[in-house]
């Protein structure tokens, strides 16, 4: 018999159908929840019913709680699992779900707590005697703190929201002078994502290596973890590429951050699935940094090398059932990558590049698996995160994964919109990768970008070879002459820069109505307004932050292209902007 009847998704996309498809093994019914955009999406469809929860915008749908919770009551469902985002780690939900005498698949609201906020997660990781990054255990308010923790410490510091998570309300101080307008941004952005604007300051470790480690905990008292998970390439602080095992981790450190972790979620008296995130410093340090009481958007790596289905092992243990394995029981065999794939475009710094995808072909064959939430004519709207789909491979070594992933890559074929295939092919073919570097300073360097854009030009399911040292343009035919086959290229390929170069010109084109010796700096995305940094009248220098912008769950800031006086300012904190619309001018200089 099935350990629920039915049990409610309150999440969306890939995450949605990938709990689904669990649920269904389990013999368990499935409930979708839906704002307006999402009327046709995917996760819908798949689902054995579904309820509308509100508007377009997150607060009105997949944020609103009493909507959901009656969703619920509606559909009958006796249990709700909250995927990752949203209200997967608000324990206020978790709360009101057992109140409204619903299981929560997710640990207890207590753990939440304790971990949702980091300064007090920093505190009990002291207390437990698990290593934490050198820092405060209490919140900072003023610059003058920031500055004094900075000579204490030793620059570079980070400051960190301390209910923050992905990168939103980080920011990295390498000098005094920085301090005030890092201080007030990582508030703001604490404030403005969590609601909570309470930062805290520790060291900045430079080119870390970022490992995690995947725990299961029932309510028996049972804990053990999986494994752990290499999330090191990241940009903007958000992680692009997964794989396990580190290449970093042997099995000595293996077992040693293992019992961190493990030491971790007992001091929290944890039960679920979630995973306790760390660095580790060029010199072997471990450091506890966070951790994650929910489901991980890379836990499918850790499936893919344990053979465990961790989404079945959160509903087992939410039904009240013992861990399924010991710790002696685990096995890793073989090696995992996941690559995400987004729609971002790379050479323009990889903002978010919504649009309708007109065209959708996966990879298949041995050792792959996707995880999508779209279908041809999905649209990826900018309310929500830019995610088209995940890419996982396994292999019996990391070598062999490697290449099977660009083989799958290879095959992967989005149209309508931009993404980041081309850059995963780039990463995954060049030398710092290969050799297991942190591809420190890479990933969004001008050289990635040049050559993401030149390999997303190469044919759909065209894979030249394992290097794929040559992207090909588009226009290509194919022709038979005396029954051979022959590829013919009607367009020459761009240079690896041109695309770069073209952006940069119409960044720094004057617009036309501005006249002569004036400059409009206009918003690089749609958005809305975070915070306005100049006002008209103000002088400012090159590279001087005029507005910020945020679209997609990320945080942008918009720079003056030169020197001289900002007149014509047209927006204002919590306005809405497209692409392309001017900000304001820059005149003089």
């Not at 973890?225 to 090191?232: A, I, K, S, V």
Request: net charge negative.
């Amino acid at each position: 018999m099935p350990v629920f009847s039915k049990v409610l998704v309150a999440n969306r996309g890939e995450i949605a159908i990938r709990v689904f498809r669990t649920l269904r093994e389990l013999g368990i019914g499935t409930v979708a929840i839906y704002s307006d955009p999402d009327r046709n999406a995917a996760h819908v469809a798949y689902a054995d019913e579904a309820y509308l929860v509100g508007g377009g915008t997150p607060s009105e749908s997949y944020l609103n709680q009493l909507r959901i919770l009656d969703a619920a009551r509606r559909a009958g469902a006796e249990a709700i699992h909250p995927g990752y985002g949203f209200l997967a780690e608000n324990a206020a939900f978790a709360r009101a779900c057992v109140d409204a005498g619903i299981v929560w698949i997710g640990p207890p609201p207590e753990a939440i707590e304790a971990m949702g906020s980091k300064i007090e997660a920093r505190e009990r990781m002291r207390a437990a005697g698990v290593p934490i990054v050198p820092g405060v255990t209490e919140a900072v308010e003023t610059a003058d703190e920031v500055r004094r923790l900075g000579d204490e410490l030793g620059w570079p510091i980070a400051i960190k929201a301390s209910a923050g998570g992905g990168g939103k309300g980080l920011k990295v101080v390498r000098g005094a002078g920085e301090a005030a307008r890092a201080l007030e941004s990582a508030q703001r952005e604490g404030e403005a994502y969590f609601s909570d604007a309470a930062v805290y300051v520790e060291r900045y470790l430079e080119d870390p290596r970022h490992v995690e480690v995947q725990v299961l905990a029932d309510s028996h008292g049972n804990v053990i973890h999986l494994g752990e998970r290499d999330c090191t390439i990241q940009r903007r602080h958000q992680k692009l590429v997964e794989e396990t095992p580190s290449p970093a981790v042997d099995d000595d450190l293996r077992d040693r951050i293992g019992a961190i972790a493990v030491d971790a979620a007992r001091a929290v008296g944890y039960q679920s699935a979630g995973t306790i995130e760390g660095l580790l410093s060029r010199d072997g340090e471990y450091f506890f940094l966070e951790m994650n009481t929910r489901i991980q958007v890379e836990h499918t790596v850790t499936e893919m090398v344990t053979g465990l289905d961790l989404i079945r092992e959160q509903v087992l243990i939410a039904a009240g059932e013992t861990l399924s394995l010991r710790q002696e029981d685990v096995r890793l065999v073989g090696h995992a990558i996941e690559c995400r794939i987004n729609a971002e475009d790379v050479s323009n710094g990889f903002l978010p590049a919504p649009g309708t995808i007109t065209a959708y072909r996966e990879p298949s064959g041995p050792g792959v698996r996707v995880d999508s939430g779209v279908v041809a004519g999905s649209e990826i709207s900018p309310l929500y995160d830019p995610m088209i789909a995940k890419l996982i491979v396994h292999g019996v070594d990391r070598d062999h994964a490697r290449r099977r992933m660009l083989r799958a890559l290879g095959e992967l074929d989005v149209e309508g919109v931009k993404t980041l295939i081309g850059f995963h092919k780039a990463l995954l073919t060049h030398p710092c990768f290969i050799e297991g570097g942190t591809c420190h300073g890479l990933v969004e360097s001008e050289l990635m970008a040049a050559r993401a854009a030149d390999l997303s030009a190469t044919v759909p399911g065209h894979v030249r070879g394992p290097d794929m040292s040559e992207g090909l343009s588009r226009a290509v035919r194919f022709v038979e002459v005396d029954g051979k086959r022959f590829e013919v290229r009607l367009l020459k390929p761009e240079p690896p820069y041109a695309e770069l170069a073209r952006r940069r010109r119409e960044r720094a084109r004057a617009g036309g109505a501005a006249g002569a010796g004036k400059d409009a700096i206009v918003s690089p995305m749609q958005g809305t307004v975070l915070a306005v940094e100049v006002a008209d009248g103000d002088e400012v220098e090159s590279g001087q932050v005029v507005c910020i912008v945020e679209a997609m769950k990320m945080e942008n800031e918009v720079h003056a292209h030169r020197a001289g006086r900002i007149t014509d300012l047209s927006v204002a904190p919590g306005q809405p902007v497209k692409t392309g619309q001017v900000i304001c001018v820059i005149s003089g200089g």
